[in-house]
């Protein structure tokens, strides 16, 4: 009997967990790296932002989901560099791990276009650490707003800017507009639902795109609704502290989140082959990188195709489907089988606007209000990993729909006021 091959999966994601959840009855040895300890469910991360989750309601850590198995590590680091030709890769502490196959799901980070000082005044949304961040701004605005008796002076502090019209966009405009409208409203003395404005800033002619016309349009109606200003045809071209700018004009708010496009990691670079104009990797039909059969890239870092001919979205469906695939794969090809080809299943998309609000293009059946927002609740409560999980976010969803109470309201020390003054 031989030696037992070595998997190398790099990137706790949907990706990456998926992967190794397949191999875990296969007669090889698992090494996962990454950057965290847990695996994010990031779909949710901006109601960890608005103060309706707690972090551990969508984060689960990576030894908890694979559980004890012979031959299986989980090691804490980032990779730096992938050297191909002696089939190792390199953490930044310079450990060199071997593989016989490596898998590639370091997922993506938010692409400011060459802007990277925005970073410091529009944060993202890709980490715990981001929405606790954007949680802190928008509490820490309201207690400033209180203490301001003038209304100018405390607008700023009233204002939401969210730029980027695509799902998280949608959901992070449509969760601050129930707060900030209706939530909260009831705990501040100075100052009124009225006086707030949030503003949803797109580059592009429609928000979602990607979605069906008449869901893009029922979209904004409902954020509109709302009170939800969406700007479409409006990119942004500057932003500072404390400002964001268009061509038209400039908004003054600190509290500015950016959701505007994705670009690939870094690392896929040291892989040294084609990569599209955000980084992902252009692969092979088994999702192999050109040249090299042992490597593979999935997820947000890969660039593939449908059958269409259109690129696969950065969506969790198409990364769980993909590491599924791989950990068959190697599991296969351990067992003499021949390779096949990936191709997804598109089971639908789905963006919620707020409560009991949704939209959903379900192999061509549209959906929008409450049967569209069961629809999206179901989903990702499913998705959600370890019962514990499941269960405590249906009871804080349930406890929200009908008290209208976002229960995590804390402003700790991540972002304090020295951090605005």
């Known amino acids: ?65 694979l559980g004890e198995r012979k031959g299986l590590k989980v090691l804490l ?31 993506a980070q938010y692409n400011y276009f060459g802007n990277d000082s925005w970073k410091d005044h529009a944060p993202g949304l890709k980490s715990i650490g981001d929405a606790l961040q954007v949680r802190e701004r928008i509490l820490l605005s309201l207690e400033k707003a209180e203490q301001l008796e003038d209304p100018k002076l405390r607008e700023p502090y009233l204002t939401y800017v ?47 795109n990607g979605y069906p016309n008449s869901l893009s349009e029922r ?55 084609e990569q599209d104009r955000t980084g992902r990797v252009k692969v092979e039909g088994d999702l192999s990188i050109p040249g090299n059969d042992t490597i593979f890239v999935i997820g947000d870092a890969a660039y593939k195709t449908d059958d269409e001919g259109s690129p696969l979205p950065a969506l969790a ?45 379900i192999r061509g059946f549209k959906f929008s209000g409450f049967f569209a927002w069961i629809l999206w609740s179901i989903v990702h409560i499913f998705f959600l990993i370890g019962f514990r999980n499941r269960f405590r976010v249906f009871v804080e969803w349930m406890w929200h729909y009908f008290t209208f109470k976002r229960g995590v309201r804390l402003i700790t020390d991540r972002f304090t006021e020295s951090d605005e003054d």
């Open 317 to 361: 469906p198409v990364a769980i489907q993909q590491g599924e695939f791989i950990g068959n794969l190697i599991k296969n090809e351990i067992a003499g089988k021949e390779r096949k080809d990936f191709h997804y299943v598109d089971k639908g998309t789905m963006a919620t606007i707020g409560r009991a609000k949704a939209v959903a293009d």
């Open 77 to 107: 680091g980032k990779v730096t560099n992938v050297n191909k030709q002696q089939n190792y890769v390199e953490l930044k502490s310079g450990r060199q791990i071997n593989f016989d196959y490596l898998v590639m799901a370091p997922g």
């Open 162 to 208: 969210v730029v980027g019209g695509g799902p998280t966009g949608v959901e992070m405009a449509g969760a601050i507009g129930e707060i900030v409208k209706r939530n909260m409203m009831r705990n501040y003395n100075t100052f009124s639902k009225n006086e707030t404005r949030i503003f949803l800033v797109e580059a592009g002619p429609k928000i979602l």
């Open 219 to 273: 979209a904004r109606e409902t954020l509109e609704d709302m009170g939800v200003r969406v700007l479409q045809n409006t990119p942004v071209t500057d932003i500072d502290k404390g400002q964001v700018s268009f061509s038209e004009g400039t908004i003054e708010t600190p509290n500015i989140i950016w959701a505007a496009g994705v670009a690939a990691s870094p690392l896929l670079s040291s892989l040294d082959t």
């Open 1 to 65: 009997m031989g030696k037992r091959k070595h998997v190398v999966i790099v990137g706790g994601g949907f990706g990456g967990i998926s992967a190794a959840k397949k191999l875990k009855k296969a007669n090889v040895d698992i090494t996962i790296i990454d950057k965290t300890n847990h695996h994010l469910f990031q779909p949710l991360l901006y109601q960890v932002a608005t103060a309706a989750l707690s972090p551990g309601d969508i984060a689960v850590p990576i030894r908890a989901i």
